[in-house]
């Protein structure tokens, strides 16, 4: 059975809801956090994409609950997955065929990004920067991910306060000149991204979304660098600076 955005997106906030009556922070991450946090960017051609599953990130103390959460919902533990991996990833899923991925604590690919203290921060999504960290972080951005990028790009702008309803540029400048490997993905990323938009975007929509790449770049270049991030620096590309994703067995 297949399930549009809005009936995945109804889910989703029954599963978040019923989390907040157990005192226990779970938001969305993952591609439908992108069509919410942006509804209107995500349905423009050129970045409409489909979403085939749910994505998480809940607090490592809540964790605990989400199997009477989900089961509350009518989902079903993967359970062998959930005895391998349960300390920081858990899998259940929905009339079998719907898969709802939540990761404890953190997200990590080819960086490690801390989500225990970010939780509270925002709902239903994971806070605007964040959800962004999450698809910059990837070495190698594909499309799917890069179209998610542009919709939060198009239907956000950057602040360095972290105001409601902005990216918090702030947030993402502290990571990037504290940590030479972030910093590098990400710059990398920025660069693959302002060269690949999608020629179905209107060309005002284009110039936005490039204007939001540049502050993001050049916010980055100017934030004064940390002393391990310099020494780091003189090392370059000589040694690896990210992380092969590892593949979770299921």
């Known amino acids: 059975m297949a399930f ?12 978040i809801a019923e989390a907040e ?6 938001r969305l991450l993952g591609g439908l956090a992108f069509y919410i946090s942006s509804p209107t960017a995500a349905r423009l051609p050129g970045l409409q ?6 994505d998480f990130a809940v607090d490592k103390k809540g964790a605990r609950a989400l199997g ?29 065929t719907l ?50 990028v542009y919709t939060l790009l198009l239907g956000h702008d950057l602040a360095s306060d972290g105001a409601p309803g902005y990216i918090d540029l702030g947030f993402i400048t502290h990571l990037t000149s504290s940590d030479w490997g ?4 990400i710059h990398d990323n920025l660069d693959t991204l302002d060269q690949n938009l ?7 929509d284009r ?21 391990r991030w310099q020494m780091r620096n003189q090392v370059g590309r000589r040694v690896p600076w990210y992380d092969e994703p590892e593949e979770v067995l299921r």
Not at 4 to 15: G, K, R
Not at 21 to 26: Q, S
Not at 182 to 185: F, H, I, K, N, V
Not at 208 to 227: C, D, N, T, V, W
Request: aromatic share 8%; proline share 4%.
């Open 4 to 15: 549009n955005a809005e009936e995945l997106s109804s889910l989703s906030q029954n599963l």
């Open 21 to 26: 009556r157990h005192g226990t922070r779970l």
């Open 49 to 54: 994409r489909e979403y085939k599953d749910l």
């Open 68 to 96: 009477e959460i989900f089961s509350s919902q009518g989902w079903e533990p993967d359970r062998h997955f959930n005895a391998l991996h349960g300390r920081t990833r858990l899998l259940f899923y929905y009339q079998k």
């Open 99 to 148: 898969q709802a991925d939540i990761f404890i604590g953190e997200f990590e690919q080819c960086h490690k990004l801390d989500l225990d203290s970010r939780l509270g921060l925002s709902s239903p999504t994971l806070p605007l920067a964040d959800l962004l960290l999450t698809k910059l972080q990837v070495r190698q951005i594909n499309e799917k991910d890069a179209r998610d």
């Open 182 to 185: 972030w910093y590098t993905t």
């Open 198 to 204: 999608p020629a179905g975007l209107a060309e005002a």
């Open 207 to 227: 110039q936005r979304i490039q204007s939001r790449l540049g502050s993001l770049r050049s916010a980055m270049e100017a934030a004064p660098k940390s002393l």
